[in-house]
């Protein structure tokens, strides 16, 4: 198993930009695919961007294409989520997932998850 805890959140203004990051623990970090999701008040759960085990491929929703970018230190076993140009529709609690499958990490079907951290973008 695999626990993960995500920090980095907070209120920036719009255009601003924030740093998230997920720090795992309880098992080779390496051997995970890891994902972000958000979800925004009264909305269901979303993917946002995905990372592959070794770091060398990465997929994107596309509202977040050109201004996240998702990264990992395998040696710190840690993810990371570069947010920037953010916008008010960013607003979420955003949740970093693990999978030992590329595919349940972006459809969101892997069972561990993070507790979540909060971004407020304000206009």
């Known amino acids: 198993q695999v626990q993960l805890v995500e920090s980095g959140g907070g209120l920036v203004q719009a255009g601003g930009s924030l740093r998230l990051s997920c720090a795992a623990s309880?098992?080779?970090?390496?051997?995970?695919?890891m994902g972000w999701f958000r979800q925004a008040p009264g909305k269901e759960r979303e993917f946002v961007a995905a990372i592959s085990r070794s770091g060398f491929s990465s997929t994107y929703t596309d509202s977040v294409k050109g201004r996240f970018t998702i990264s990992r230190e395998n040696a710190k076993n840690t993810v990371s989520l570069q947010m920037n140009s953010l916008k008010p529709e960013d607003t979420a609690v955003y949740y970093c997932n693990a999978g030992s499958t590329f595919s349940t990490v972006v459809s969101g079907t892997t069972g561990y998850w993070g507790q979540g951290t909060q971004v407020t973008v304000s206009s």
């Open positions: 309880g098992h080779t970090f390496s051997s995970y695919h």
